[in-house]
Nanobody
Framework: QVQLVESGGGLVQAGGSLRLSCAASGRAFSRNYAMGWFRQAPGKEREFVAAINWSGGSATYADSVKGRFTISRDNAKNTVYLQMNSLEPADTAVYYC???????????????WGQGTQVTVSS
């Protein structure tokens, strides 16, 4: 079993910043897992935001967030972060943390999910 708990969401004005955190725990969790962030806006499918490999040495991003968002991890704390800068109203969504032995940009390929945290960006 793997538990993923997100925090850090909230309401922010356009141009502002937020930092999301996701704490992982459970017997089945491994620090070798890739970690990722996805988001889902009302009426839309869940979409890939960013992912990071087990060591933190490699990260990938959706084109829509490149240059604005940064994913990082602290394996000593079993925690992954998403620093979000220059936020736009289009970034409004529920943000989900995910963990998987491999990871990919496809939501269906990830084994474990958090409950999500709401991010709302006002114009």
């Amino acid at each position: 079993q793997v538990q993923l708990v997100e925090s850090g969401g909230g309401l922010v004005q356009a141009g502002g910043s937020l930092r999301l955190s996701c704490a992982a725990s459970g017997r089945a969790f491994s620090r070798n897992y890739a970690m990722g962030w996805f988001r889902q806006a009302p009426g839309k499918e869940r979409e890939f935001v960013a992912a990071i490999n087990w060591s933190g040495g490699s990260a990938t991003y959706a084109d829509s967030v490149k240059g604005r968002f940064t994913i990082s991890r602290d394996n000593a704390k079993n925690t992954v972060y998403l620093q979000m800068n220059s936020l736009e109203p289009a970034d409004t969504a529920v943000y989900y943390c995910a963990a998987d032995p491999l990871g990919s940009a496809v939501a269906g390929n990830w084994d474990f999910w958090g409950q999500g945290t709401q991010v709302t960006v006002s114009s």
